[in-house]
């Protein structure tokens, strides 16, 4: 194992900058509670300042300058361009206005299924999770998802404990089959040792790029599931001073970032 | 012939469905469409209009815009059994469950408190099996139940929960669609038996006025068969026809209406007041253990008679005050100092 180097962030504002550069300018996204607001404040700031933020409440566009603590409250809306209702939101999602999904997880398959509803038997659960909420409904109806979470045996799985929102479900023209609209799904996965895309051919997580100091047998270590891994595999970048700046003043609470 | 079959039905348990003939009926016989004055207190409303083993669903999302005076007016007359819908609910079920309410939930998001973490006392009821949840769904075919549910048909069509365990524990069945012979999820309608929505401002008959996102609560109020609206402000009916396009709950929907200034605390409320974080993460803390739950409802729901006293305990004026001004200051101007 490579002996770590001091850096000057943490997983989280790694995970922030990485997931920032992603979303494109000029696209739209439907926005999940926590990690996934702090990434897409900062593309705010950085690469994507036209970027259309929706939150699920009804919540478009807005330009607060601090991280919202719940996806419902005012800042959601802070010189927005309109504070509606979820079911004009959720409108969009499903008439295809919205680009991208950006989610968090408990738990992931190798086809990107996502598990928040509960870990154990369901019927008498280990660990009671609150649930689909918006989950499953980003994960339907946006075209690209990605999922933020933390990765380990437990956490990237071979077989969920509940399905909560689909991925590629058992793989290519599932999605398809039980109805799910065309050319959705999910596009990456950011943990905090890598990036992940899907084959083409086969829907499978393959890996994309390493985050920087971790190697490619400490990803296979934290992955329960055979994970596709091509010749090339890219380093993941550093976030800038300047990304971390910003990443500090957006959450100036540490809400995010974590103390 | 194209012929329109079910190709899978959810196992989850329908809650809060009627048939819309039976709902039209009871709108009929039990809906006044005479302007009255509605105003009472928290104390009649709750006692008036919640009844053992109703289908109740609260309004605002999260810690945002929650009628936080009826749910502890709830637990203060005792109510029991209760069903409710777990649409985005975090501190309000959280407390009911606590208290021994509400037994039986549907879940889209429950449970959790956002960035503040899991709920204690809501996980652990669930865990033990003190809680059922009867079903699952998402957030957006929750909304989707009310919508149905105010448009007074049996079901609305939409593209969500397909494909996976979510859909099996829902109440939703998945259809050939007749137009285009693709699977397709039916959301059933929903018409609660009583949904609390706080309100920034409400005249004496119900005109209510929400300022902010209107959430779901659009779709619930015009759902629900029985609505208890809390505001923050009783305004003159007058004002209500200065500016009719700022009504979004109309009077004949409404069944009480609460003045209760500071009616949504410790939850936000957009425009007006921050959330009280000392107090959410006191009750964060002390729901760890069955004695803290009891501990916390004994000090500020048992021992406290109204909502006046409620507002003392917890520090009274200065800090509601307090909360106004980060409202304006670190929430909705959202300034970093």
């Not at chain 1, 404990?161 to 950011?190: C, S």
């Not at chain 1, 994970?227 to 700046?245: A, C, F, G, R």
């Not at chain 2, 709108?27 to 005479?34: E, F, G, P, Y």
């Not at chain 2, 777990?86 to 959280?94: E, F, R, S």
Request: proline share 5%; net charge positive; with cysteine.
């Amino acid at each position: 194992m490579m002996p770590k180097k001091t850096v000057n962030y943490n997983q989280v504002e790694l995970m922030a900058s990485v997931a920032a550069k992603m979303l494109e300018n000029d696209k739209s996204v439907l926005v999940g509670t926590g990690l996934p607001v702090l990434a897409t404040m900062l593309a705010q700031r950085t690469n994507a300042p036209n970027i259309l933020i929706m939150y699920e409440a009804g919540g478009i566009g807005s330009q607060a300058s601090v991280v919202p603590v719940s996806v419902g409250e005012s800042r959601t809306f802070y010189h927005g361009i309109a504070a509606s209702s979820m079911h004009d939101v959720m409108s969009a999602l499903q008439g295809g206005f919205v680009d991208y999904g950006f989610l968090g997880a408990a738990q992931i398959d190798m086809y990107g299924n996502i598990n928040t509803t509960v870990i154990g038997d369901y019927d008498i659960p280990k660990v009671r999770l609150p649930g689909s909420g918006g989950g499953n409904d980003a994960g339907s109806l946006c075209f690209k998802t990605i999922i933020l979470m933390k990765q380990d045996t437990k956490r990237f799985v071979k077989k969920l404990d509940f399905m909560t929102t689909p991925g590629y479900l058992t793989g290519p023209g599932a999605r398809e089959k039980v109805g799910l609209p065309q050319n959705t799904g999910p596009y990456r996965v950011i943990s905090q040792l890598g990036v992940y895309g899907f084959d083409n051919n086969t829907k499978k997580m393959m890996l994309l790029s390493t985050h920087p100091n971790v190697s490619i047998e400490e990803i296979k270590e934290n992955c329960s599931f055979e994970l596709t891994i091509p010749v090339n595999v890219e380093t993941s970048k550093e976030p800038s001073d300047q990304e971390l700046k910003i990443l500090r003043q957006i959450d100036p609470m540490k809400l995010v970032i974590g103390k | 012939m194209l012929k329109v079959e079910i190709i899978e039905e959810g196992q989850g348990q329908l809650v809060g469905f009627r048939d819309p003939d039976e709902n039209r009926s009871w709108v009929l016989d039990n809906k006044s469409r005479t302007p009255e004055d509605k105003r009472m207190s928290a104390q009649e409303a709750v006692s008036k209009f919640i009844k053992p083993g109703d289908f109740i669903a609260s309004g605002g999302f999260g810690h945002v815009r929650v009628s936080m005076a009826i749910i502890y007016e709830i637990i203060r007359q005792k109510k029991q059994n209760l069903i409710m819908a777990g649409k985005t609910a975090v501190h309000d079920i959280d407390l009911l469950v606590a208290a021994g309410c509400v037994d039986k939930v549907e879940v889209a998001y429950s449970f959790g408190h956002e960035l503040r973490g899991l709920s204690n006392a809501s996980r652990r009821a669930v865990q033990t099996g003190k809680c059922k949840v009867v079903s699952e769904i998402s957030n957006a075919a929750y909304q989707w139940r009310f919508l149905a549910g105010m448009m007074g048909i049996p079901f609305i069509p939409s593209r969500v929960l397909l494909g996976t365990d979510t859909f099996k524990k829902s109440s939703a069945k998945i259809i050939n669609c007749p137009f285009t012979n693709k699977p397709l999820t039916l959301i059933p309608s929903c018409n609660p038996d009583v949904a609390i929505i706080h309100v920034h401002r409400c005249d004496k008959y119900g005109n209510a006025q929400i300022d902010g996102a209107l959430i779901e609560d659009f779709e619930l109020s015009h759902a629900s068969r029985r609505l208890i609206v809390t505001t923050e402000k009783v305004t003159p009916h007058r004002k209500t026809r200065l500016k009719p396009w700022r009504t979004s709950i109309p009077f004949y929907y409404v069944d009480a209406v609460v003045e209760v200034p500071y009616g949504a605390h410790p939850c936000q409320m957009p425009m007006e007041y921050f959330f009280d974080e000392d107090h959410i993460s006191e009750w964060l803390k002390l729901s760890k253990t069955d004695d803290g739950v009891k501990e916390y409802l004994e000090k500020y729901v048992y021992s406290v008679n109204s909502f006046d006293q409620y507002l003392r305990l917890i520090g009274g004026q200065r800090k509601l005050n307090r909360l106004k001004k980060m409202e304006m200051t670190t929430g909705w101007k959202a300034e970093v100092k």
